[in-house]
């Protein structure tokens, strides 16, 4: 599988809980592996590249932290958008 | 900048002979509308009873998933000074020593991105920098990192290790806490920039069981110095101390929680070594007459927490000695062990103390390859953690 095909799922799998449940970054490396077939290492690789990017970022809510799609705002403020 | 509130209830706590918090957020509050805003709010909360700030939230510089902690305070248009008033946290130098060109620096950068106002040190142990704003996150982290400066931990992360003075300004540390401080801040930026864990982790370490910086309740690893053999005594020494007017019975002997030292006047201080649990008591009250043995090390224990899912917990000791020599690999591996067993058993919130006591310490020991000890037992007959496996039974 192509590295930005990963990158695709993990954000569709980021996306997908988005209302449900806050995600940990060992949820969706676990999410991402299991549909994609491919090890947790090459999972994890993909999704830090992603959070230095500012396609995915880290949250934090009541000291625990999660996974989750940056807003708009949050990608103007950075000079991503 | 002109006084914009009038604060009678936080002016109270002025009065009285101790440092006042208030005091330095007026000052603050003369040359920042951040502090100024923030004192108006705080009189609020006093006179209503009621907090006016929002915790957490999609707050950070690119990349890192710790080090800022976003606020914002729910009545932006009353005090818009304050409608995002975000703390900083900045990893500490092992042991806190600064130059006061280091202490300038990070200053001038906060007078100008922030409030001013600073908390040296925060429970974590890192430089906090009280209020700023959304916008500024970056330009403060590029600025820092620029002078040789890095973000702490937060949020479901390794906290960013600290440690006592040690053998900088101690001469009773058993181990050398800067540098093993040091080593594992290096070890663990990965876990401390990306939180990944199911909750906080944190790791102090004290040079010896007086336990300056109260590793064996604040912390989740808590790796304290201790000794293997006898203590040495200099009987010259102890009877300096008794002529000096020292009361050894009532001071010494009576108050080892082990009763393993006994006094007398002719015969001088013994101490029953085998009963001894390095507790520090004697060796730091009579500091001329007393040293550890020359076998030093650490004893590593797991568990404590304030209260939050359950209630507040001490550590337990998991390795009774365990010898800490650069690189310290051993220490690393372990803790990277237990990282791993609490990650794959934990719930998101629950603190690694909190998983082995729900899982039990049998499997927690079977998985970071530590073997059952005595001295691992915390209270006698009454210890929860060591269940019988059907292996177990014959």
Redesign the interface.
């Known amino acids: 599988m192509e590295t930005e095909e990963l990158k695709q799922k993990i954000y569709e799998i980021v996306e997908k809980s988005k209302v449900k449940k806050k995600l940990k970054e060992k949820d969706v490396i676990a999410a991402a592996s299991e549909e994609t077939g491919l090890d947790k290492d090459t999972v994890k690789k993909a999704l830090r590249e992603m959070i230095d990017v500012g396609k995915l970022m880290y949250s934090y809510s009541g000291g625990a932290s999660s996974i989750e799609i940056p807003s708009e705002e949050y990608l103007k403020e950075k000079g991503l958008l | 900048m002109a006084k914009k509130y009038e604060t009678p209830l936080l002016d109270e706590l002025e009065k009285g002979p101790w440092p006042s918090f208030v005091k330095e957020f007026k000052k603050a509050a003369k040359r920042s509308e951040i502090a100024s805003d923030g004192l108006g709010q705080l009189e609020k909360s006093y006179r209503t009873k009621r907090g006016y700030w929002k915790?957490?939230?999609?707050?950070?510089v690119?990349?890192?998933?710790?080090g800022v902690?976003?606020r914002y305070s729910s009545l932006p248009e009353e005090f818009p000074g304050v409608a995002h008033n975000h703390t900083v946290r900045i990893n500490q130098p092992s042991g806190w020593f600064y130059t006061t060109k280091a202490l300038r620096e990070i200053s001038d950068i906060w007078d100008r991105y922030g409030s001013g106002l600073t908390n040296f040190h925060g429970s974590t142990g890192d430089m906090i920098l009280l209020g700023t704003r959304?916008?500024n996150l970056?330009p403060i982290f590029a600025e820092l990192s620029s002078i040789g400066w890095d973000l702490g931990g937060?949020?479901?992360?390794m906290r960013t290790p600290s440690c006592c003075v040690g053998p900088a300004r101690c001469e009773w540390s058993n181990i050398d806490t800067l540098d093993i401080t040091y080593s594992i801040t290096q070890e663990f930026q990965d876990e401390m920039h990306?939180?990944?864990f199911?909750?906080?982790f944190k790791i102090k370490t004290a040079g010896c069981a007086v336990d300056c910086i109260a590793s064996i309740a604040r912390a989740d690893l808590s790796i304290i110095g201790t000794w293997k053999g006898n203590i040495k005594i200099d009987q010259a020494e102890v009877k300096r101390y008794a002529k000096n007017g020292m009361d050894i019975q009532a001071e010494i002997v009576d108050m080892c929680p082990t009763e393993c030292i006994s006094y007398d006047k002719k015969e001088g201080l013994t101490i029953n070594n085998e009963e001894c649990n390095r507790c520090m008591h004697c060796i730091a009250k009579m500091t001329k007459a007393l040293r550890p043995g020359d076998i030093k090390g650490a004893t590593l224990l797991v568990g404590s927490k304030a209260p939050?899912v359950v209630g507040a917990m001490l550590s337990w000791v998991i390795v009774p000695f365990i010898e800490l020599k650069p690189p310290y690999q051993e220490l690393k591996d372990l803790t990277r062990k237990m990282i791993e067993w609490w990650?794959e058993n934990g719930r998101?919130?629950e603190r690694i103390g909190e998983v082995i006591e729900s899982k039990g310490m049998r499997p927690f020991l079977e998985y970071i390859g530590v073997p059952p000890m005595p001295q691992q037992v915390k209270a006698p007959r009454r210890d929860p953690f060591f269940f019988w496996a059907k292996t177990d039974l014959k």
């Open positions: 915790h957490g939230g999609i707050v950070g690119l990349g890192y998933g710790g902690i976003g959304t916008e970056e937060s949020g479901s992360a990306r939180p990944a199911p909750y906080k939050i990650d998101a919130r």
